[in-house]
């Protein structure tokens, strides 16, 4: 019996082995390379030029700028230039919260009249928070001495009430881009940095 379950264990040893040799060896789909079509868009609109003396011209502004949005500050990094911030937002409505609970009574009522549990309840799975990651960058500019180009990226993760990422996507929206451009600029005008 005590062979019976060691051949049994390297049988199974090996499967897994095998399984992994093939999931290794599969490839990447090529859509993967693909970059979307709104990629360059997207790009440009993250993307503003500034005429500034040096990079941490405009991290300073942008500190007091991200603090003003609410973020805390993850990694500042002048010498690279690198500033990186996060923030928790509450992802739930009103009118999602009061369908939740009603959900839940009716759940609970369904699971006491059939003597069966049905989960963890529709309120558990409520979407609770949304965390915006938001980072920019600052290089010189290839193209003119003098000038440093600013890009934003903000990363928005959906977490559930377990506290699971459900959702990770990337903010696209030039809108967004374009106020946040306009605000550093009002800043550094206010600064007194010349632009």
């Known amino acids: 019996m005590i062979a019976f379950r060691a051949a049994r264990r390297r049988l199974q040893l090996a499967t897994l082995m095998l399984a992994g040799c093939v999931a290794g060896c599969a490839g ?3 859509e993967a390379y693909r970059l979307p079509p709104s990629s360059p868009g997207v790009r440009e609109a993250q993307t503003r030029t500034f005429e500034v003396p040096d990079e941490a011209s ?3 502004v942008a500190v007091a700028l991200m ?6 500050f993850d990694t500042i990094e002048y010498e ?3 500033l ?3 923030k928790v937002v509450d992802a739930d409505s009103m009118a999602q919260q009061t369908g939740l609970i009603i959900a839940d009574i009716v759940l609970v009522t369904l699971s006491v009249v059939t003597g069966t549990s049905l989960g963890g309840g529709a309120y558990a799975g409520a979407d ?3 965390s915006l990651r938001i980072t920019l960058v600052v290089l010189p500019s ?7 180009t600013a890009r934003i990226t903000i990363q928005s993760e959906l977490i559930d009430k377990m506290g699971r990422v459900k959702k990770v996507r990337m903010i696209e929206n030039p809108v967004v881009f374009q106020e946040i451009f306009e605000n550093l600029s ?3 005008f206010l600064e007194g940095v010349k632009q």
């Open 186 to 188: 009002k800043a550094l």
């Open 80 to 82: 690279l230039g690198i």
């Open 128 to 130: 609770d928070e949304i």
């Open 58 to 60: 405009i991290l300073q």
């Open 142 to 148: 290839l193209e003119n001495e003098g000038q440093y």
């Open 28 to 30: 990447i789909p090529e």
């Open 67 to 72: 603090q003003d949005m609410e973020y805390n």
């Open 84 to 86: 990186s911030g996060s």
